[in-house]
Nanobody, 120 residues
Framework: QVQVKQSGGGLVQAGGSLRLSCAAS????????MGWHRQAPGKQREPVAS???????TYADSVKGRVTISRDNANNTVYLQMNSLKPEDTAVYYC??????????????WGQGTQVTVSA
């Protein structure tokens, strides 16, 4: 069993910064990609950023230049540093972890979600 736990988030004024963290634990043989998604009220969940096991990153156009994803492989943790936040960044943010267990099965695991609210 793999557990994914998020931390961070909260309320911030426009132009401010927040850092989200997400740690995976449990019966993990290997972690492949890690990433962040978000879901605003009334909208579908959308990808924000991802990082491969080798450190290659991708970003949604809407956050490029303002957001940095990073990972700590030793601690199975991924971070999302968000700067110059805008009210349209308000959403529930979800961490995703693609992990392989000791049986050789690969699944996508999701964090519990954390609210990010940016006030104008």
């Amino acid at each position: 069993q793999v557990q994914v736990k998020q931390s961070g988030g909260g309320l911030v004024q426009a132009g401010g910064s927040l850092r989200l963290s997400c740690a995976a634990s449990g019966a993990i043989f290997n972690i492949n990609a890690m990433g962040w998604h978000r879901q605003a009220p009334g909208k579908q969940r959308e990808p924000v950023a991802s990082i491969s096991s080798g450190g290659r990153t991708t970003y949604a156009d809407s956050v490029k230049g303002r957001v940095t994803i990073s990972r700590d492989n030793a601690n199975n943790t991924v971070y999302l540093q968000m700067n110059s936040l805008k009210p349209e960044d308000t959403a529930v943010y979800y961490c995703s972890v693609r992990a392989t267990d000791y049986s050789g099965h690969t699944y996508d695991y999701w964090g519990q979600g954390t609210q990010v609210t940016v006030s104008a």
